[in-house]
T-cell receptor, first 110, second 117 residues
């Protein structure tokens, strides 16, 4: 069974700070997706990374896929209260399941 | 252009009753996935269905839980004889492609929150 661990589990920061959250797998995966889930809503896809070493930017969010395709990171620059939410990484390895990590709960305060 | 529609949004049941959760995928999507989320936790895969077929139910509890996606109508997740431990948010997602194709995005509904008293 492929395991996905995310860290930190909880993160509370002030507006304007930078932060990085991590997603680590016990084995290699073919692609990885990052989702954000706001309270009371379903997750929404932010990005899919496929190639080892790949870096993708989405405004203030930077996603990186590790060279060995076993890890990924999400860096947020100048966090805003609107960034508050649960950040989930999900991997597509073998089989028909999109397996999600444990999630990082981010709170950005004014 | 409606997204994934789930109902009810909130459902309260007493122990031993049945819960039925419905999911209408996005237009043109024929692949449906159900996930369960406990408070402060990530999403756990339950089942993947195509029209009239269960493709992968490896995440479904062996007893009391069943899912279907008929030719006509929404997908239904059914929980019989609910217990307190079934209290959770149940999310449905749909995709135009199955098997979580390499870059396939899942579109999620807003979830159905089941509370068992």
């Amino acid at each position: 069974t492929q395991l996905l661990e995310q860290s930190p589990q909880f993160l509370s920061i002030q507006e304007g700070e930078n932060l990085t959250v991590y997603c680590n797998s016990s084995s290699v995966f073919s692609s990885l997706q990052w989702y954000r889930q706001e309270p009371g809503e379903g997750p929404v896809l932010l990005v899919t990374v496929v190639t080892g070493g790949e870096v993708k930017k989405l405004k203030r969010l930077t996603f990186q896929f590790g060279d060995a395709r076993k890890d990924s990171s999400l860096h947020i620059t100048a966090a805003q209260p609107g960034d508050t939410g649960l950040y989930l990484c999900g991997l597509t390895g073998g089989g028909n399941k999109l397996t999600f990590g444990t999630g990082t709960q981010l709170k950005v305060e004014l | 252009n409606a997204g994934v529609m789930q109902n009810p949004r909130h459902l309260v049941r007493r122990r031993g009753q049945e819960a039925r959760l419905r999911c209408s995928p996005m237009k043109g999507h024929s692949h449906v996935y159900w996930y369960r989320q406990l408070p402060e936790e990530g999403l756990k895969f339950m089942v993947y269905l195509q029209k009239e077929n269960i493709i992968d139910e490896s995440g479904m509890p062996k007893e009391r839980f069943s899912a279907e996606f008929p030719k006509e109508g929404p997908s239904i997740l059914r929980i019989q004889q609910v217990v307190r431990g079934d209290s959770a948010a149940y999310f449905c997602a749909s995709s135009p492609r199955g098997g979580h194709a390499v870059t396939g995005e899942l579109f999620f509904g807003e979830g159905s929150r089941l509370t068992v008293l």
